[in-house]
C-alpha cells in the first residue's frame, strides 16, 4: 500500500533531551513537510523540502532540524531548544506542480515532560 | 503576511446542510484546499479550488471568489460521520506550501 508513515505515534521524552521523529513516504513525491498542530492553532509549518539534500525553513523553525537524505524519508528533530515541543506532529507530501494535493501522514504525539 | 479566518465551532442537525466560510489575506494565491480531520487522526483532502466557482464532489461542495477572498464549504445530508473539523489553507505562491486557517470543529447532532 502507498502511503506515509510516522512513527511511534505517541513519544514521551524528558525535558532538555533531543529527540528524532520519523516519515517515510512511499508515494514517490518529490516534496514533504513536517508540520506542527496546537490545540486551538491549526497546522503551523516547520520545515519543507522539495528535493533531496535541500530543505527550507517554514514559519517556526526555531528548535527544529531536518535532513533529506534520501527521497523516500524526512526526519525531523525536536531539539532541547524548541521551548514548547509537546505537539502533534504531522508529516506530508506532495508532487510539486501547483495542482499538487498534499497527504498527511498519521502524525506523532509528542509529551515533552 | 498571511491570515486564515474560519468559524471555530459550528454546530448542525443530521441530514441537513452547512456552509463553512473561510476568508482570507495573503501576498500571493496558488489555490485554496479544504481538509477534513477527526480529532486525533491526519487530516484527509477534500477539496482544491484555484479558479472562482464551484467544485461539487459528491455531498461536498466548495466555492472560491478570488476577487473577495472568500471560500466556503458545503456539506450536504449531514451525516454522524462528519463531525471533525475542517481546515482551510492556502497555498502560496513561489513555495509551493500551505499556510492553514485554525480550522472549524463542526458537531453533527441526531
Known amino acids: 500500500d502507498g502511503g506515509i508513515t510516522q512513527s511511534p505515534k505517541y513519544l514521551f521524552r524528558k525535558e532538555g533531551q533531543n529527540v528524532t521523529l520519523s516519515c517515510e513516504q512511499n508515494?514517490?513525491?518529490?516534496?514533504m513537510y513536517w508540520y506542527r498542530q496546537d490545540p486551538g492553532q491549526g497546522l503551523r509549518l516547520i520545515y519543507y523540502s522539495q528535493i533531496v539534500n535541500d530543505f527550507q525553513k517554514g514559519d517556526i523553525a526555531e528548535g527544529y532540524s531536518v535532513s533529506r537524505e534520501k527521497k523516500e524519508s524526512f526526519p525531523l528533530t525536536v531539539t532541547s531548544a524548541q521551548k514548547n515541543p509537546t505537539a502533534f506532529y504531522l508529516c506530508?507530501?506532495?508532487?510539486?506542480?501547483?495542482?499538487?494535493?498534499?497527504?498527511f501522514g498519521p502524525g506523532t504525539r509528542l509529551t515533552v515532560l | 503576511g498571511q491570515n486564515i479566518d474560519q468559524p471555530t465551532e459550528m454546530t448542525a442537525t443530521e441530514g441537513a446542510i452547512v456552509q463553512i466560510n473561510c476568508t482570507y489575506q495573503t501576498s500571493g494565491f496558488n489555490g485554496l484546499f479544504w481538509y477534513q480531520q477527526h480529532a486525533g487522526e491526519a487530516p484527509t483532502f477534500l477539496s482544491y479550488n484555484v479558479l472562482d466557482g464551484l467544485e461539487e464532489k459528491g455531498r461536498f461542495s466548495s466555492f472560491l471568489s478570488r476577487s473577495k477572498g472568500y471560500s466556503y464549504l458545503l456539506l450536504k445530508e449531514l451525516q454522524m460521520k462528519d463531525s471533525a473539523s475542517y481546515l482551510c489553507a492556502v497555498r502560496r505562491t513561489g513555495a509551493n506550501n500551505l499556510f492553514f486557517g485554525t480550522g472549524t470543529r463542526l458537531t453533527v447532532i441526531p
Open positions: 506530508a507530501s506532495s508532487g510539486v506542480t501547483s495542482t499538487d494535493t498534499q497527504y
Open positions: 508515494l514517490n513525491h518529490d516534496a
